[in-house]
């Protein structure tokens, strides 16, 4: 009797704390789901069904599975399908707007233009940086992409000046003596036994690019950084590979494998960014020099602005996105001009003329005409972002929909520019006997103690079970219901995983695709998942990452309103730890409130040499991300890429472990354990963060009284100032400098790589460019940054490689609140995905043609390319819009210029044609060329 009024006084105490988490719990799992696609059903939007935690994660990864095995025809470039399977088969079956779970996050497919538009503005209010998975921050870092309000302001104001168009035209001396660098190793390569030799050039741009990060950023190189270039891949891999997947809040903090090799990785990361800023703290010069690390060493030393945790999450943000983006470009119109020769020679005679035999150099690029149009047609087919995402941060209507507080929404850009259209019974029984007979003889004494302890734990367990059942069961349902009174569906949220199961599903099957080389439909093999819902549910359907609703957005005009800051969707999500790991905790992960400056303009870059003999191979790809990382070093931060090579490695392997994550359920809380995946995250992020910090401390310790005027020498000036209020802590240099190197890195090399594909299956307009290339730089003249306004064709061949095959192939916002953009109601906590990728295909937006390579659609300026003035969106838009967009659109003129006044390049017969959503747009099985030198006839 004791044992039970103690059990009933322990029940009675824990009741008020175990009721409300069991209805938290029932909330999450199963109400919130079954309202949530309730409400989109009404207003007629479907999509897959959500199961139980998983939402459609399994269906994705299983459809991404499956469209990786597929490779396309060389000359395809519709690379939706492959890239985005689910989304190919979802548009399908439930139309242009749908809905599905990531997870139990709700999240909505637009592919309206126009809803797309109010979405990705920042009008409405819908959140950009949504809850973030940790491995997400491990690998970007903390930096401006993943920071608000005050801070974004701060950051952003500290930032600016490393990017101004001054800054970037003395930057141009960096990329040319980096991509000398890369072409002089290219000759060395060459047995001289060939006439032509094969490259895996994507390989050759990644390094490229990091070395122009570590270079013109950082002050460094992509040798001295190659150990956190490595743990950064490292990471994304981990990221990619988390995309599909569940994520349990705390699971972070568990030693798990994962958790302790994303530990190990972070670790090294930050370890080799510290190293590279007590190199610049020990410098001589009292200014920390004028590049990106400087700039943030000064904010946070002197002007005391800056925290130097926040220079090394700065450092890490800026490594992985710089030169992700600029190596994808690269890729990719490589691709594009070895695919058309025309081109190729077009632009080779663009740069010829233009430049002639001199190193290009920033005025010369702005004489580039087609070869910014090829650039541009490449990011509209392969950009690097093929989807944007914002969330609800409240319920919110946009259009028509009604969207319900904290879905997500999709604008999938690549749609966009793409589419048209019992061994021993007795032993047993004798065991349970006695058991039996044990359980009697406890039981009185036994139920008194339950009951206690009970009563005692109510109050604390009910509230987290409600929770947990308002997570994943009533929020996916109160959403999905929502939204589909809408008329907006989506697959089926499955509790935990969302449809972050179908995705990684979808992905995997998707890896498995060729496409034809001169396929530029690359939607379906990049995004299997947003192809096949587009299929099903329509161009706006609802979607659960985990538990977090999404909503896919295609309509340019909403996808622009969801971007800009009016309609108030939050820019910066909840992030994962692994992000801010990569990125840092930089500008792209900051808030803003108020209008700042645009950033990287053109006067800010300032001039490359030598030939081979023969034809050679190259794997181009791996060169431009190292020339890129190269750039990037020694342009923003007085560095290179040898100084910080372990810095790009380590970024590298962080980016291993983000796009691991990208796939899988993020529970909170994880990211603290000691699992064998944060472990290594913790150590790669480490060992990035000491490469940034010996950068800083090396240009702390110079000479110098103003740290230089690169974007290290800025953030350092900002933080070191000895007014009363630093504008810019150290630890914010820290995180700025991670984000730079990250975000300039891929979105560079990739430009450059899907740039050399374009222009080696366009050989016509290789060899306009070309042309233009000698009538504005000469032929052995180093380009500077005036030429480069001069070449037309080149940036409208650039403008074309962003259209077709855009580093960024989609942006999210969060809506804060319930929210109504267009015709839709949007509810808080909604992700929204605006998918460029889509976006740069859409038929009825760029014409019959919109899925082929032509940058003459440029030849009157973007706004006039398409029925709709903003319809490329490949840097984003509005005042998030990418602040180090002019300075990959420099690094790519730079590359392009100097590669055609030497080499003749075309597609090498090892190329498989399958670009892949990994975590930017990439040539799965890399980019192969033929590189043939010009001999003095062609010269």
């Not at 009951?451 to 929770?467: C, G, T, Y």
């Not at 500077?784 to 580093?807: A, C, H, I, Q, W």
């Amino acid at each position: 009797m004791e044992l039970l009024s103690t059990i009933n006084l322990l029940a009675l105490v824990l009741l008020p704390f175990v009721v409300p988490k069991i209805w938290e719990v029932c909330w999450i799992f199963l109400l919130r789901p079954w309202m949530i696609t309730r409400r989109f059903k009404k207003q007629g939007i479907s999509g897959p069904k959500y199961r139980f935690v998983y939402g459609n994660l399994q269906e994705m990864k299983k459809m991404k599975k499956e469209a990786n095995r597929w490779v396309l025809d060389p000359n395809c470039n519709d690379i939706f399908p492959r890239v985005f399977p689910h989304y190919h088969q979802w548009l399908s079956q439930y139309g242009e707007t749908f809905l599905y779970w990531n997870g139990t996050k709700p999240t909505l497919f637009i592919s309206d233009p126009e809803l797309g538009k109010q979405i990705l503005s920042s009008e409405l209010g819908f959140v950009v940086i949504a809850k973030t998975r940790p491995e997400v921050l491990m690998l970007f870092g903390k930096g401006l992409a993943f920071i608000e309000g005050d801070d974004w302001v701060r950051h952003r104001r500290i930032l600016n000046p490393a990017f101004s168009m001054d800054r970037l035209k003395v930057m141009t001396k960096g990329m040319v003596d980096c991509t000398l660098r890369m072409l002089d190793e290219w000759k060395i390569q060459n047995s001289g036994e060939e006439v032509m030799m094969r490259m895996e050039i994507n390989k050759d741009y990644h390094r490229l690019i990091s070395d122009i990060i570590a270079t013109t950023a950082f002050g460094s190189s992509y040798e001295e950084g190659i150990e956190l270039f490595r743990s950064q891949s490292e990471l994304e891999e981990y990221f990619v590979a988390s995309l599909t997947s569940v994520f349990i809040p705390g699971k972070q903090y568990l030693p798990t494998p994962t958790n302790l090799q994303l530990w190990k990785l972070d670790k090294r990361v930050k370890n080799s960014i510290k190293r590279m800023i007590d190199a610049r703290l020990k410098s001589n010069f009292m200014n920390y020099g004028d590049d990106l690390l400087g700039i943030m060493l000064k904010a946070a030393t002197s002007e005391k602005t800056m925290r130097m945790d926040e220079v090394i999450e700065e450092c890490k943000a800026i490594y992985i996105s710089g030169q992700v983006n600029s190596m994808i470009l690269l890729t990719w119109t490589t691709l594009l001009l070895s695919l058309h020769q025309d081109w190729q020679e077009k632009l080779r005679e663009e740069v010829f003329n233009e430049c002639g035999n001199k190193i290009p150099d920033s005025d010369t690029f702005s004489r580039l005409k087609l070869m910014n149009m090829v650039l541009m047609e490449s990011l509209r087919l392969y950009g690097p972002v093929i989807k944007m995402v914002r969330e609800a941060t409240q319920d919110m209507k946009i259009g028509h929909l009604d969207i319900p507080k904290g879905t997500s929404i999709i604008v999938p850009l690549s749609i966009l520019v793409l589419n048209g259209e019992e061994d021993n019974k007795p032993r047993i029984s004798t065991d349970l006997k006695y058991k039996y007979k044990l359980l009697v003889f406890l039981s009185m004494e036994l139920l008194r103690t339950i009951n206690l302890v009970a009563l005692v734990l109510l109050p604390f367990v009910v509230p987290k079970i409600w929770e947990a059942c308002w997570i994943f069961l009533l929020r996916p349902w109160v959403i999905t219901r929502r939204l589909k009174r809408q008329g907006i569906s989506g697959p089926n949220y499955r509790f935990v995983y969302g449809n972050l199961r179908q995705i990684k599903k979808m992905k995997e099957e998707a890896k498995g695709l060729v496409l034809d080389h001169n396929s530029n439909d690359i939607f379906p093999r990049v995004v299997p998942h947003y192809h096949q819902w587009l299929a099903q549910y329509g161009e706006t359907f609802l979607y659960w990452n985990g538990t977090k609703p999404t909503l896919f957005i295609s309509d340019p005009e909403l996808g622009k309103q969801t971007l800009s800051r009016k309609v108030g969707f939050a820019v910066i999500a909840k992030t994962r730890p692994e992000v801010f790991i990569l990125f840092g905790k930089g500008l792209p992960f900051i808030e803003d409130h108020d209008e700042t400056d645009g950033g990287l303009h053109l006067e800010d870059v300032g001039g490359v040499e030598n030939t081979i003999e023969v034809m050679m191979r190259m794997e181009i790809n791996k060169d431009y991300h190292r020339l890129i990382s190269d750039i990037i070093a020694t342009t923003t931060f007085g560095s290179s890429y040898e100084e910080g090579i372990e810095l790009f490695r380590s970024q590298t392997e962080l980016e291993e472990y983000f796009v691991a994550s990208l796939t899988s359920v993020f529970i909170p809380g994880t990211q603290y354990l000691p699992t064998p995946t944060n472990l290594k995250l913790w150590k790669l992020d480490k060992k990035v963060k000491d490469s940034i910090k010996r950068i800083i401390e090396a240009r702390l310790k110079s000479n110098s009284k103003s740290y230089g005027d690169d974007l290290l020498g800025i953030m350092l000036k900002a933080a070191t100032s000895k007014e009363s209020e630093r504008t810019m802590s150290m630890d914010e240099i820290i995180e700025e400098c991670k984000t730079f190197y990250i975000s300039g890195q891929g979105s560079s090399s990739i430009l450059l790589t899907w740039t050399t594909l374009l222009l080696s299956l366009h050989q016509d307009w290789q060899e306009k460019l070309r042309e233009e290339v000698f009538n504005e730089c000469g032929k052995d003249t180093v380009p500077d940054s005036d030429t480069f306004s001069k070449l037309k064709l080149m940036n409208m061949v650039l403008m074309e490689s962003l259209r077709l095959y855009g580093p960024v192939i989609k942006m999210v916002r969060e809506a804060t609140q319930d929210m109504k953009i267009g015709h839709l109601d949007i509810p808080k906590g909604t992700s929204i995905i605006v998918p460029f990728l889509k976006m740069h295909s859409d038929k009825a937006i760029w014409g019959e043609d919109a899925k082929q390579f032509n940058p003459l659609r440029f030849e009157n300026g973007v706004s006039q390319a398409a029925n709709h003035p903003n319809a490329l969106l490949p840097f984003s838009v509005g005042p998030r819009t990418c602040i180090a967009q002019n300075f990959a659109m420099m690094e790519a003129k730079t590359v392009l210029t100097m590669i055609l006044q030497r080499f003749r390049f075309s597609l090498s017969r090892e190329y498989k044609h399958a670009p892949v959503d990994y975590f930017n747009l990439h040539p799965q099985y890399g980019l192969p060329v033929m590189l043939q030198p010009l001999d003095n006839s062609d010269r």
